[in-house]
């Protein structure tokens, strides 16, 4: 079936370095590409979403981008700070159904 | 924003009770639900869709009888877990569409049976 594949897995980095977290999808329809960070023992919060008609986001440190034709979206966090380590999830949408992808542990050093 | 509330965040029961688990949208209405469960270190598995004044549809391989959702008004949604065992210990999630693509997921409640 269709789904997101999400990389890497886990990612740890130095406080002040960036991170960037990939996902990779199939559904040509999907429209709607979510970011959410998860922090231990909480649901899930939207930090910054896209729509297919977009290529580029930004909201301060955090920003996404899009490429539609190679069906791959990613997060960047500039300046990591310690307050970043979470579980981050992407998720695509085609009006119809949510996928999300397996998550990405990242682990900022202060 | 949009503002889930999911309630209880923590809840410890005995094998073979049941245990309910709300989630209310505070400050817009919610026609359609979501439940899932989420295993530790893992992604989001939903486990069935909650469509107001309506049955829940499930996905494959949950069990309908055991988790039971009802949907009864636009602002909340209940899951209850059924005759409990050790295995349904999990945290559990709710989310809500919050209009066009959006979700909104609630706080999360962290099942234990013992």
């Known amino acids: 079936g269709e789904n997101v594949e999400q990389h890497p897995s886990t990612l740890s980095v130095q406080e002040g370095d960036s991170a960037v977290i990939k996902c990779t999808y199939s559904?040509?329809?999907?429209?709607?590409f979510p970011w959410y960070k998860q922090e231990l023992g909480k649901g899930p919060q939207l930090i910054i979403d896209?729509?297919?008609?977009?290529g580029e986001k930004k909201d301060q440190r955090i920003a996404v981008t899009l490429n539609k034709t190679a069906k791959h979206f990613s997060l960047h966090i500039t300046e990591t700070q310690p307050e970043d380590s979470a579980v981050y999830f992407c998720a695509e949408n085609d009006n119809n159904d949510m996928r999300f992808g397996a998550g990405t542990r990242l682990t900022v050093k202060p | 924003g949009a503002v889930v509330s999911q309630h209880p965040s923590r809840v410890i029961c005995k094998s073979g009770t049941s245990v309910k688990i709300e989630c209310r949208s505070l400050d817009f209405q919610a026609t359609t639900m979501f439940w899932y469960r989420q295993f530790p270190k893992k992604s989001l598995m939903l486990m069935a869709t909650?469509?107001?004044?309506?049955?829940?549809?499930?996905e494959q391989g949950v069990e309908k009888d055991k988790f039971l959702i009802n949907h009864a008004s636009l602002t909340l949604s209940t899951l209850t877990v059924t005759s409990a065992h050790p295995e349904d210990s999990s945290f559990y999630i709710c989310?809500?569409?919050?209009?066009?693509?959006?979700?909104?997921f609630g706080s999360g409640t962290r099942l234990t049976v013992v």
């Open positions: 559904d040509s329809a999907s429209n709607y």
């Open positions: 989310s809500a569409k919050t209009g066009g693509a959006g979700y909104t």
């Open positions: 896209i729509r297919s008609n977009v």
């Open positions: 909650s469509n107001e004044g309506s049955k829940a549809t499930y």
